[in-house]
């Protein structure tokens, strides 16, 4: 539990983090694009950089997985049973 804690603060402090973990597809993969298309309704390079950063801190934290992680463009991300227990929490 205590884990999950510092999980969950650190994903409070950054409104980022907790905007595209909330927004991450519950059982489909996806790419950083699709998912720019969903937070902010439009594709632009700087929504693109914040949330790829974003996903890799997640992926740190053990909240999302890349499932094609040799891949270097066209990355498809996946929640993982962590992540979807810490939007619990925060929920």
Do not use: Q
């Not at 804690?5 to 409104?15: C, E, P, W």
């Not at 909330?22 to 998912?35: G, R, T, V, Y």
């Not at 790829?52 to 049973?81: F, M, P, Q, W």
Request: no cysteine; glycine share 4%; hydrophobic share 40%.
């Amino acid at each position: 539990m205590k884990d999950e804690l510092i999980i969950v603060s650190k994903i409070k402090r950054a409104k980022n983090r907790l905007r595209v973990l909330k927004s991450i597809p519950a059982d489909n993969p996806f790419l950083p694009s699709e998912l720019v298309k969903i937070l902010y309704g439009k594709s632009s390079s700087t929504y693109f950089t914040i949330t790829s950063r974003a996903l890799g801190e997640l992926n740190k934290l053990k909240l999302v997985k890349i499932l094609n992680d040799k891949e270097r463009v066209g990355r498809l991300y996946k929640i993982t049973k962590k992540g979807k227990e810490i939007i619990k929490i925060l929920k």
